[in-house]
């Protein structure tokens, strides 16, 4: 067992997007193996992640700070510290953060890791395989594509 304390992580546990959203991948620090725990940061006006859904992987929300736009299964609602939200596996899950607010935003992000996931990106019609790392849109396997939503 390792206890680890937020304000004295190991390097490389928090990874740095473009500086405009930062992950803490604490789960995986500490050793986890089938969940992952990680909190995300983001910078005002941006976003967590692309729009997107996975076929096997449930995920947990808690805003720790700030406030944001949550894109859910194609609504727009308002969250803010103390707000919560599981999203169960499913194509019809499709989520994203938005910052909204003017300090950063940062986010409690627990989910399981699971083999076989398939995540789809419905704003593009894109379809990652993470454990063949392919990505897939109906013309066929796309070589240029990014998961970066910040560029």
């Known amino acids: 067992m390792q206890i ?11 990874v740095n997007y473009l500086d405009k959203a930062r992950t803490a991948y604490l789960g995986k620090a ?7 725990v990680n909190i995300d940061k983001i910078e005002p006006g941006q976003k967590s ?9 449930e ?3 808690l805003i720790l700070k700030g406030a944001a736009t949550l894109r859910y299964d194609g609504e727009e609602y308002l ?9 169960p596996a499913g194509k019809q899950h499709a989520h994203q953060f938005i910052n ?17 996931d398939i995540t ?7 379809y990652y395989l993470p ?18 939503p910040n560029e």
């Not at 937020?6 to 490389?12: F, H, K, Q, S, V």
């Not at 300090?103 to 076989?116: M, P, R």
């Not at 454990?131 to 970066?148: I, N, R, Y």
């Open 4 to 14: 680890l304390n937020m304000n004295e992580l190991p390097e490389g546990v928090e």
């Open 120 to 126: 789809y990106y419905p704003d593009e019609a894109v």
């Open 30 to 36: 500490a050793g986890s193996e089938k969940m992952y």
């Open 49 to 57: 992640c692309k729009y997107h859904s996975h076929a096997r992987q």
């Open 100 to 116: 909204s607010g003017e300090e950063v935003l940062e986010i409690l992000d627990v989910g399981l890791n699971v083999a076989n």
């Open 131 to 148: 454990d063949e790392e392919k990505v897939f849109s109906e013309q066929g396997e796309l070589k240029e594509w990014t998961s970066e």
């Open 59 to 61: 995920e947990f929300f």
């Open 79 to 87: 969250v803010k510290k103390g707000d919560f939200v599981a999203k």
